[in-house]
């Protein structure tokens, strides 16, 4: 695939993925209130999940997902219920220097929230299928073409997912005083539980 179709549709994406919707305000939320280790499944489950949308949507899959649409729809709400189960924990978390992420946070169900978000948003693919056909002649697309939108759809994401990463984690690291934690575990609550409201309002 030519270099030049990449990069529109990396530019495109780049527009897209950077305004900050509701997996940027859970990731932010969670990075403020554990730390940026603690969101490194969540940040592969939702690279796997884009990548499982724009798949869809090069293959054309809109058929299967639609046939689907009732276990994305329980995907969504699972991943609503255990968002709010965060914030909830967010808004109640210790605020010592020292405190640790609580047992509940496991690494897989940090992953499962992860998926949940992206798999529960089909607006993902329907942004991948608007802007696809404009650029790529879908119908000649094979596995190496596929593989390359793929990577640069990632290479975006994650650049992007790092950039607020990196603000939030810098945040946090400012606010090392208890009192500025509570607040900042407050913020995150609200922030979590925001982004759960966004996503169950999706259609």
């Known amino acids: 695939m030519e270099i030049s179709v990449l990069l ?26 554990r730390g940026a280790r603690s969101v490194l499944p969540f940040l592969l489950a939702m690279w796997i999940g884009e990548a499982m949308w724009l798949s869809f949507a090069v293959f054309g899959l809109v058929l299967i997902a639609e046939t689907l649409h009732g276990l994305f729809v329980v995907v969504k709400y699972a ?27 496991r690494p897989w169900r940090m992953f499962l929230a992860g998926l949940a978000v992206t798999l529960g948003n089909p607006k993902i693919m329907m942004f991948y ?32 997912d790092f950039f607020y990463l990196g603000l939030a984690d810098r945040l946090r690291r400012f606010v090392v005083d208890p009192s500025r934690r509570r607040a900042a575990n407050r913020i995150g609550a609200v922030a979590m539980g925001g982004a759960a409201a966004a996503i169950a309002a999706r259609s």
């Open 129 to 160: 299928l608007a802007l696809l056909p404009s650029i790529v002649d879908l119908a000649r697309v094979g596995a190496a073409a596929w593989a390359e939108l793929v990577a640069t759809a990632l290479l975006v994401v994650i650049a992007v």
């Open 79 to 105: 991943g609503v219920l255990y968002l709010a189960y965060l914030a909830w924990k967010m808004w109640h978390a210790p605020t010592g220097q020292d405190a640790l992420p609580a047992a509940g946070d």
């Open 8 to 33: 529109v549709f990396a530019g495109a994406l780049i527009l897209a993925a950077g305004l900050p919707g509701p997996s940027i305000a859970a990731l932010v939320a969670q990075v403020l209130t």
